[in-house]
């Protein structure tokens, strides 16, 4: 065959693994986000002490929020009163796992490694939290702005309500990296000889987790979307330590969090993260490789088979749920066409997922003049309608949502 058939063949390969495992951890995060009680994730994180930081971790591996999805979030519990030491603790623990990841984890690479992922996850991020709350200057009530309770938003418990939350919201935030991730695991596969790093005098040890770490600090990795890129890298001799510190660092690190970080917490607190990252993500990857490592090997990769009739029915639902939002993403911004000389037009910059629509869309309607917001993610421009809005307000409101906002003549 040609190596375009066989990249089209291990596409379908990565979908037929990939999509079971998904779309059930999808649901099941759908069913928390539904029927959790109100409040639950803001409760107990306030004080600088081991509890609120565990607490704070405890929450935050099994959430599936995304590397953008989870700086608005940590931003609104910093708002609510949580302490720096449980903000920093949840924004190192919750891009690294999530249901969604721990299952797809276990799909491609073994339960082994997805559950000594989860605590590496939990445990950094306590660390992380510890650290902040021993060596950052001690708080007061200033520095914390008193802001609405940002999961108090009515919800509708049900199916309808399930499926919704779960292929718009947590769907829609990761699409596009699932889309590349698939790509480039096919990629791999197709293009790297099986024994390609097993060669290589550099992938092995410190210095091979190293030149992974260096990757993955600036980029914007989706945990999930990258589960089958690390399987396909081990499947071409990567050691498995070394794929453990891409999935740790990369999900975890990436521009737009340094920039929040430093605007939230401050730079010291940004410097406490990074190291509090870097030494982990080497330390467990060194770890994994020592404890688990066996000519055997450690993890499992994802194998060509025909994946059976479960995996053929959740790779076409996959393929139709993604179809359906890059349609949704297509359409034209109702934002941008003709509204009244009341409404207010608003060009917001880095919202990337669905996470951050929610956010931008919940900070304005949280204005008393607001009566509704209609974001687009696409455009990028939010079209917001009330009476006696005050463009500064608005503006300063997206801010605090960890956001940049300006008007824009789309409304004139």
């Not at 999509?19 to 069913?31: F, Q, R």
Request: net charge neutral; proline share 6%.
């Amino acid at each position: 065959m040609s190596i375009a058939e066989n990249f089209v063949g291990a596409v379908w390969q990565v979908l037929l693994e990939l999509s079971p495992s998904l779309l059930l951890g999808l649901l099941i995060a759908g069913v928390m986000f539904v029927y959790l009680p109100r409040g639950f994730v803001h409760r107990g994180l306030s004080r600088p002490d081991l509890a609120s930081v565990t607490r704070a971790s405890l929450i935050g591996v099994p959430l599936p929020l995304c590397s953008c999805g989870v700086i608005p979030t940590a931003l609104g519990l910093r708002r609510e009163g949580a302490s720096k030491g449980a903000t920093t603790a949840f924004l190192i623990s919750t891009p690294q796992t999530g249901v969604d990841s721990i299952l797809v984890s276990a799909a491609f690479l073994g339960w082994p490694f997805a559950l000594f992922k989860v605590v590496a996850a939990f445990l950094t991020g306590i660390l992380g939290g510890l650290a902040v709350n021993r060596l950052s200057p001690p708080e007061t009530p200033a520095d914390v702005a008193p802001a609405a309770q940002t999961d108090e938003r009515p919800r509708e418990p049900g199916l309808v309500a399930v499926l919704r939350y779960a292929v718009f919201d947590l769907l829609a935030a990761i699409d596009l990296w699932i889309v590349l991730g698939v790509l480039v695991a096919a990629a791999i596969s197709v293009l790297l000889p099986a024994d390609f790093f097993a060669g290589q005098g550099w992938s092995s040890g410190l210095l091979g987790l190293m030149v992974v770490l260096a990757i993955s600090l600036p980029l914007y990795v989706c945990t999930t979307g990258s589960v089958p890129v690390a399987a396909s890298l081990i499947a071409a001799g990567l050691p498995a330590g070394s794929a453990l510190v891409f999935l740790m660092a990369g999900p975890a690190t990436n521009v737009a969090t340094f920039g929040a970080i430093y605007r939230t917490l401050g730079g010291r607190v940004l410097s406490i993260y990074l190291a509090v990252v870097i030494l982990m993500s080497l330390a467990f990857g060194l770890l994994f490789d020592w404890l688990l490592a066996t000519p055997a090997a450690a993890v499992a990769p994802h194998q060509a088979h025909e994946g059976g009739w479960l995996g053929l029915l959740s790779a076409l639902i996959l393929l139709g749920l993604l179809a359906l939002l890059a349609a949704r993403r297509l359409r034209p911004s109702r934002a941008a066409s003709a509204s009244p000389a009341s409404d207010l037009v608003l060009r917001v910059e880095g919202m990337r997922c669905g996470h951050c629509v929610a956010s931008v869309k919940q900070a304005l309607e949280g204005c008393a003049s607001v009566e509704s917001a209609e974001p687009n993610l696409g455009s990028g421009l939010v079209r917001v309608r009330g009476r006696g809005i005050e463009p500064g307000t608005l503006i300063e409101a997206v801010r605090q949502a960890g956001f940049q906002a300006a008007e824009s003549g789309a409304d004139r």
